[in-house]
């Protein structure tokens, strides 16, 4: 089952405009949605979970309408953005009481809200009032509460926000789970690197249109008019300079004033990588370590926006 289909999907808010000619269709799996503050990351995020109904255009997740729709919730966790939490419960009491809301038992609640903040680190913690809690803390209540009920859906609106290095560590190993056990996973991010462990299958948001969709090597792949930078260092990176000046695609060289490092840029990078070892080697340049730095999420990221 396709995980979402949107066909001129737009919302405004007034004259504000949120997100406008939506047109995709995402596949199950780990999901990274990306864009700067204002792209309508969470405008889109609201309307997958059902809290919001288009201004124009449809939307289909999991095969249904998702606004305001008991069925589609009870197969989808949101992880919102704002804080939510009720001050005067314990951790335990709000995840259990949103779980009796969707029609668990009390038990059925209370021991599954219990796993879900045990999951999240938050075992010592449940059972004291949320007003106590700390930014972290409460994000962490916020993620417990959204997967449990076992979503096939998890919505997460910038989930790592607020979060310790080691929670963060914690939350992306919990999420990584999630996805090897069926879950898709439809998470927003700021966190460029972060969003790269979860996967490489992302979705670009920029002034609410969607600037790019898919796996980050096959976006990058099609920005043919950039070239792509390596970076080397060697031994002798001045001899190495002269030697791949006649390789494939190489358009600049820029030398390290201590002339141990070189920055290529080319256009052919499949050819010139290809081409470099037996080059080096005849100069006896002694390569130490080889990097392309504008293969990542990032360097893509700011190509498109730019």
């Known amino acids: ?11 405004w808010y007034g004259p504000v405009v949120g997100l406008v000619d939506v047109a995709l269709e995402l596949e199950p799996g780990v999901i990274g949605l990306l864009g700067p503050n204002g792209a309508g990351k969470s405008t889109f995020l609201k309307l997958v979970a059902g809290e919001i109904r288009p201004s124009r255009g449809t939307i289909e997740v999991l095969g249904r309408d998702p606004f305001a729709n008991r069925a589609h919730f009870a197969e989808t966790g949101f992880v919102p953005q704002q804080d939510a939490l009720y001050n005067d419960m314990t951790g335990r009491d709000f995840v259990a009481f949103l779980l009796r809301l969707s029609g668990h038992s009390a038990k ?3 021991d599954r809200a219990g796993q879900a903040l045990e999951r999240v680190g938050l075992a010592d913690a449940m059972n004291r009032p949320t007003r106590g809690y700390s930014r972290g803390m409460r994000q962490r209540t916020k993620i417990a509460q959204a997967i449990a009920h076992a979503p096939k859906l998890l919505v997460a609106d910038e989930p790592l926000a607020g979060l310790d290095p080691i929670a963060r560590r914690g939350i992306v190993e919990l ?16 966190v460029l690197h972060e969003v790269e ?10 002034r609410g249109r969607v600037l790019a969709q898919g796996e980050v090597p ?27 000046l006649d390789l494939p695609g190489v358009g600049s060289l820029r030398i390290s004033a201590d002339g141990t490092s070189l920055g290529v840029e080319t256009h052919d990078l499949e050819g010139f990588l290809s081409a470099l070892p037996r080059t080096a080697a005849a100069v006896r340049a002694g390569i130490r370590s080889l990097e392309t730095p504008d293969a990542g999420l990032e360097a893509v990221f700011e190509y498109l926006v730019s």
């Open 218 to 244: 096959e976006i990058r792949a099609l920005l043919s008019r950039h070239p792509r930078k390596v970076e080397i260092r060697a031994r002798d990176a001045r001899a190495l300079a002269r030697a791949v």
């Open 108 to 110: 059925q609640a209370r």
């Open 175 to 190: 999420m990584l789970e999630l996805a090897r056990g069926g879950t898709s996973i439809l998470v927003s991010s700021h």
């Open 197 to 206: 462990e979860l996967t490489d299958n992302v979705l670009l948001l920029h």
């Open 1 to 11: 089952m396709t995980l979402l289909v949107a066909r001129d999907l737009a919302r």
